[in-house]
């Protein structure tokens, strides 16, 4: 922290590591949120007064701050990330016409790599894993033209919590009691034991049209409910509603979600 006259007090602003800075002036406070390449800044407009002994610092100071006042917009576009899905629509910044140079500029290139994505019965496809590091912000994405690395085929959500969600609040985690809330009534899903264990594929008419179309959720209960009677009425290739006596006794909730694009 460097001092000025008073009570104005400027810190040095360090823009490439994950960290908040606050700059006091004349009692004012200027926040700067910095994580990684990206820096937002908020501030009050304000009038400042220093003396002339410090005119060298203070300017140097000042010169920093507007430095970050002009970062092109682009960067301030990554910041425009709400984590919200919209099946069918965008997840977060992503649309059916990204590429992957695009995540690359959205997420930071640190934070994009291509991998081998899980689709199911022991296979894999080449895609594009974002945020490999951080798992409540992963995705894992496969692409309608591989050979290009554009346009996304299908992006998926996996474990136990996620900073992605739907409008809804459905994420990672949510009960299919909450679901069913959301829903409005019923939906169907599998059973579970097999490789498409809890899909859920009709609203049966409810508010949540996305989960015949653009939204696969799949529920699983705790591992410590899987040697019940109730979770052994429910396994298998069958399927079951929502507000099945034994489903609605387990109550499970959502390990994987999968977004796919409006044709």
């Given at each position: 922290m460097k001092r000025a006259t008073g009570s104005q007090q400027i810190n040095e602003l360090d823009v490439t590591t994950r960290e908040s800075h606050f700059l006091s002036i004349g009692g004012k406070k200027v926040i700067v949120h910095s994580f990684e390449s990206l820096?937002?800044?908020?501030?009050?407009?304000?009038s400042i007064r220093y003396a002339p002994e410090r005119s060298t610092l203070m300017k140097r100071n000042l010169i920093c701050l507007a430095v970050l006042c002009t970062i092109p917009t682009t960067s301030f576009?990554?910041?425009?990330?709400?984590w919200i899905i919209q099946?069918?629509?965008?997840?977060?910044p992503i649309t059916s016409t990204t590429t992957e140079k695009d995540l690359a500029e959205m997420f930071g290139s640190s934070n994009v790599v291509r991998s081998q994505v899980y689709v199911g019965e022991g296979q894999s496809l080449p895609?594009?894993?974002?945020?490999?590091?951080?798992r409540e912000k992963t995705l894992y994405i496969l692409w309608e033209s591989p050979g290009t690395r554009s346009n996304p085929l299908q992006i998926s959500i996996k474990g136990q919590k996620s900073l992605w969600k739907t409008s809804e609040g459905i994420t990672l985690g949510t009960a299919l009691k909450v679901i069913e809330k959301i829903n409005g009534g019923?939906?169907?899903?599998?059973?579970?034991g097999?490789?498409?264990?809890?899909?859920?594929?009709?609203?049966?008419?409810?508010k949540l049209k996305e989960l015949e179309n653009n939204l696969r959720l799949r529920v699983a209960p705790?591992?410590?409910?899987q040697s019940t009677p109730e979770y052994i009425s429910v396994i298998g290739d069958h399927n079951?509603?929502?507000?099945?006596?034994?489903?609605?006794k387990i109550n499970p909730s959502v390990y994987s979600m999968q977004v796919t694009f409006k044709k």
């Open positions: 820096v937002i800044v908020v501030t009050p407009v304000i576009a990554k910041a425009g990330n709400d099946p069918g629509v965008r997840v977060g895609g594009t894993t974002v945020y490999p590091n951080y019923p939906f169907t899903l599998a059973g579970f097999w490789d498409y264990s809890g899909g859920i594929y009709d609203s049966n008419g409810g705790n591992s410590d409910l079951f509603l929502s507000d099945n006596p034994a489903m609605q």
